[in-house]
């Protein structure tokens, strides 16, 4: 493995970092929060005016080619500010997957337009508890959808979400337009925040162009959705333990500062330590798939810290700021709220190693 980061991410990461910081302030983040859907335009305009869109995509949709490394570098740049902006669902994963499957009418009517920030792209792969998959029914020059899917990301403001659906010849992606007649995307309530939708797909037809390509899509989207929310993750659990020692080296008790007691300091280590292992197995998974190395056991390691640490060191935030912790004037707890939506969005630590086992029973020694 090359632990090495090329200088395009180590610049990307670096600029988004100073864009993040600059607009993605404690007022800032308050404002957000009294919006029907938690969408940050003013960051999306100035990531869009500042080339980042455009940096890390495919040349085929109007980028400038560089990939996963530095997609990862910026995503985890957003995690540090918790930026709500839709890049890993509307760059990362939607034109990407055009720019990677598609037909060049896709890629010049959906991708290009997404990168260039025009329109927002999402994925519904995810299908609720008890129902089963989309299904695509051949007919005409088409294809007529009928099913749910549920917790997609950036959903209420998309324009179009790539979704997976069962045929009679397979699992095929397919594009559909949120205006797109049968489609109905309802808003959802998370404990987050967080811009998510579920999507009811009523006989929606959609046209033969409007395919993206078959299972070997829907594999690249989980493969990289969870790569990408790990990282993402990684950038909420670093800047939150920061904000964490910090306030330990000032917050004093019995004429000391707190973390110069033991056990503050072991519980602060151990966050250090978690977060360290999520960087090391995300930097592995993340350089396995941008070299085309078969990487679904790195990329389910990667999510299994992600998950597990993100578990620990959330609840390490809070426990250690003490009652700060939980008041919502304080910006700590958007950190708590945005690693525990991160855990369940990828299924939890537990899920993360039975995906490692079917792996592992299914590699031949």
């Given amino acids: 493995m090359d632990f090495s980061t090329t200088e395009a991410a180590q610049d990307l990461g670096g600029l988004v970092d100073s864009i993040v910081d600059a607009v993605c302030t404690p007022e800032h983040q308050r404002e957000l929060d009294k919006l029907d859907q938690r969408f940050d335009r003013d960051l999306w305009r100035k990531l869009v005016d500042s080339d980042i869109l455009t940096s ?73 508890m008890g129902e089963g998959p989309v299904q695509a029914v051949a007919g005409g020059d088409g294809f007529r959808l009928s099913g749910t899917r549920t917790q997609a990301f950036y959903g209420p403001v998309a324009d179009a979400f790539l ?87 000032t917050r004093e008790q019995f004429d000391r500062p707190i973390g110069s007691f033991q056990a503050v300091a072991q519980r602060l280590a151990d966050g250090y330590i978690d977060v360290k292992g999520l960087r090391l197995t995300l930097t592995q998974a993340a350089w396995k798939v941008a070299e085309d190395i078969p990487a679904e056991i790195d990329v389910a390691s990667a999510a299994f810290w992600a998950a597990d640490a993100g578990h620990r060191v959330a609840h390490t935030i809070v426990h250690v700021h003490g009652g700060v912790g939980v008041d919502t004037d304080h910006p700590v707890h958007r950190y708590f709220l945005a690693a525990k939506e991160t855990e369940f969005a990828l299924g939890g630590a537990t899920g993360q190693l039975r995906q490692i086992g079917r792996e592992l029973a299914e590699t031949p020694a």
């Avoid at 740049?77 to 037909?103: I, M």
């Fill in 56 to 128: 890390a995509a495919a040349t085929q949709v109007g980028g400038d080619g560089f990939g996963v490394l530095e997609q990862v570098a910026i995503l985890v740049a957003l995690g540090h500010q918790l930026a709500a902006v839709p890049y890993l669902e509307s760059v990362v994963l939607g034109a990407g997957a055009l720019a990677r499957f598609s037909s060049e009418d896709l890629q010049q009517a959906w991708g290009a337009p997404a990168v260039a920030g025009d329109k927002i792209l999402t994925v519904a792969i995810d299908g609720e």
């Fill in 163 to 249: 979704v997976p659906a069962e045929t009679d010849s397979g699992t095929a992606v397919f594009l559909v337009a949120a205006d797109d007649p049968g489609v109905t995307v309802t808003a959802l309530d998370t404990t987050g925040l967080g811009s998510v939708a579920h999507l009811a797909l009523d006989g929606v037809e959609v046209a033969a162009g409007r395919k993206v390509g078959g299972a070997d899509v829907a594999a690249w989207l989980r493969t990289i959705s969870t790569l990408g929310r790990s990282a993402f993750q990684l950038g909420v659990l670093e800047r939150g333990l920061q904000m964490t020692a910090d306030y330990a080296r």
